[in-house]
């Protein structure tokens, strides 16, 4: 089940990376909480990005909710 759900997550990334790319950002996965947190790790342009929670909610988090409903919600954690 959690195999199936990373798989998703990273699906949705995938489809995301061309536009953050474009930007000269990036986001890779961390971890999928127990409370289904999606946790990921924003890279290049994207940290400093003032668009970035947008990019976070609008995209990635809707994004996700069509295809993993079960997902409660989508945080960037800083490294």
Do not use: F, Q, W
């Amino acid at each position: 089940m959690m195999e199936e759900l990373t798989n998703k997550v990273n699906a949705a990334i995938d489809d995301l990376r061309p536009y953050l790319m474009s930007d000269g950002g990036d986001m890779e996965l961390v971890e999928i909480t127990n409370d289904n947190i999606v946790k990921v790790k924003l890279i290049g342009a994207c940290k400093s990005c003032s668009m970035s929670p947008m990019t976070l909610k609008a995209g990635l988090e809707e994004a996700l909710k069509s295809v993993a409903p079960e997902i409660n919600g989508v945080e960037a954690i800083e490294y």
